[in-house]
T-cell receptor, first 111, second 114 residues
């Protein structure tokens, strides 16, 4: 079945550091790819998405590019802030099927 | 526009009891999905409802059940609670039945089983 693999962390960075969270996927169809973020005590919220190969999703300084050749959707941000501390989930969705989420990566940003 | 609302936010039960959790989706959203989130297992899909019909079900025992009402509100029930059922239960809604798009999550119901 479809699956998502991502680095589990925790990842600890200093403010203004560069962030990469790796995500790779296995899917039988042509999935849409998502990054969701969960702040402490809250539900998940969509951070960005890409629906086809080579699309780049971006939001709040975060970006990720849908790489079909490497089945990857790595999340990057050039300069993280303390307020970015959260758990980040990579996910895929294939037409007619349910979302499949990765295990989540906890990010802590220190001032 | 109101978001997805889940009630109760927190609850404590003892083994053997049952619990019912409620989810009100965003207005106009007809699909509601439920997930169990635990530190060890991450997000696990429970079931999805669309227009009062269960369309998909995850790999959970029959103690876990759900339903959806004509106004799209959904409930899930867990009977004969076990310690391992302690988790954050998340509800998500979307506009379409085929999930081609974004899921909107509620803040969750945190269940503790003693």
């Amino acid at each position: 079945g479809d699956s998502v693999t991502q680095m589990e962390g925790p990842v600890t960075l200093s403010e203004e550091a560069f962030l990469t969270i790796n995500c790779t996927y296995t899917a039988t169809g042509y999935p849409s790819l998502f990054w969701y973020v969960q702040y402490p005590g809250e539900g998940l919220q969509l951070l960005l998405k890409a629906t086809k190969a080579d699309d780049k999703g971006s939001n709040k300084g975060f970006e990720a590019t849908y790489r079909k050749e490497t089945t990857s959707f790595h999340l990057e941000k050039g300069s993280v802030q303390v307020s970015d501390s959260a758990v980040y989930f990579c996910a895929l969705e294939t037409y007619g099927q349910n979302f499949v989420f990765g295990p989540g990566t906890r990010l802590s940003v220190l001032p | 526009k109101a978001g997805v609302t889940q009630t109760p936010r927190y609850l404590i039960k003892t083994r053997g009891q049952q619990v019912t959790l409620s989810c009100s989706p965003i207005s106009g959203h007809r699909s509601v999905s439920w997930y169990q989130q635990t530190p060890g297992q991450g997000l696990q899909f429970l079931f999805e409802y669309f227009s009062e019909t269960q369309r998909n079900k995850g790999n959970f025992p029959g103690r876990f059940s759900g339903r959806q009402f004509s106004n799209s509100r959904s409930e899930m029930n867990v009977s004969t609670l076990e310690l391992g059922d302690s988790a954050l239960y998340l509800c998500a809604s979307s506009k379409t039945s085929d999930n081609t798009g974004e899921l909107f999550f509620g803040e969750g119901s945190r269940l503790t089983v003693l």
